[in-house]
């Protein structure tokens, strides 16, 4: 049978040919622009390992309007059913393209007991009004907005390690296998598949832990997501006030400079008024709001 769903896959060019469009508009697409290089980055790992991938979060599919404007970048990206996610973005001022997308698609299984769904604060209204004729609005919770930070490539080749480190310290990178449990173990979002998405964040993308001599497990660390964001940042509570945090997304930053050439983006929500503090004083400027809508536990 031939489909002739409203959503194709996105191809290799189609996906470049988005980054080619998008690139003029950076900043303020930052986000989106990223999460495309990063995909088209783990490319050939992530297709041609899709059996091996025990995170739904990176065993992720773009896909676009069957007929669109290419210059739309009209764009809903979904995961496997354990982490359901949709990310929902496109240039058009109307928003035609994505909500016909939205309404018309059968790739998407609105009844998934685990559903969320992510968009620019512009496009929220639509696509929560899209959601909600699709599933009673009893069974949607409408998060807060969190904030896109921006950090420009000349920015973060200024920022200065300045913070002394006792000799019984050091960093080192981090180990998806012996790590990764005890940074889900902290991680304030961690839910029943957050483990595996942070075992193949540090092996896809890597990160860096701040060690004490002589013991196996960080006593602060930081990783960088599937959208290319560094997050994940935590310091034990017994280690705090020694500036640990700030070096370590410093460090993070610097790290990612060198290996992809970009300016970066991190989240953060909007009541986390000490990360708000820390990516201000750090350089960092909020570009856009992002919007979350989140289908209940059942």
Not at 160 to 172: G, H, N
Request: hydrophobic fraction near 35%; include cysteine.
């Amino acid at each position: 049978m031939c489909d002739t769903d409203v959503l194709v896959e996105c191809t290799k060019p189609q996906l470049e040919a988005m980054l080619a469009v998008l690139k003029p508009l950076l900043p303020r697409r930052t986000q989106q622009h990223n999460f495309i290089r990063s995909y088209l980055y783990h490319y050939d790992n992530i297709n041609n390992n899709r059996h091996d991938l025990k995170s739904d979060r990176w065993n992720v599919r773009f896909y676009t309007h069957r007929s669109g404007d290419p210059n739309n970048c009209t764009l809903i990206t979904i995961n496997s059913y354990r982490d359901y996610f949709l990310i929902c973005f496109t240039l058009q001022e109307s928003q035609t393209e994505l909500k016909e997308c939205l309404e018309s698609t059968n790739r998407i299984n609105w009844k998934n007991y685990n559903l969320l769904l992510m968009c620019d604060e512009n496009l929220y209204e639509m696509v929560k009004n899209v959601a909600c004729q699709k599933i009673p609005p009893g069974e949607w919770m409408f998060p807060s907005h969190e904030h896109a930070m921006l950090i420009t490539k000349d920015k973060i080749a200024k920022l200065e390690i300045d913070e002394k480190l006792p000799d019984e310290l050091y960093v080192a990178p981090l180990d998806p296998e012996k790590h990764a449990e005890l940074i889900n173990t902290h991680w304030f979002m961690r839910h029943a598949n957050s483990l595996e998405l942070i075992r193949r964040c540090i092996e896809f993308n890597g990160g860096i832990g701040l060690f004490r001599r002589g013991m196996e497990q960080p006593i602060s660390w930081i990783s960088t997501n599937e959208f290319l964001n560094p997050g994940f940042l935590y310091t034990m509570e017994a280690e705090r006030g020694h500036g640990y945090g700030r070096m370590m997304l410093k460090l993070e930053l610097k790290r990612l400079l060198a290996i992809h050439n970009l300016d970066l983006i991190t989240i953060v929500a909007d009541e986390n008024e000490g990360s708000k503090a820390l990516h201000h004083k750090l350089g960092f400027e909020s570009v856009c709001k992002v919007r979350w809508i989140a289908k209940k536990a059942t």
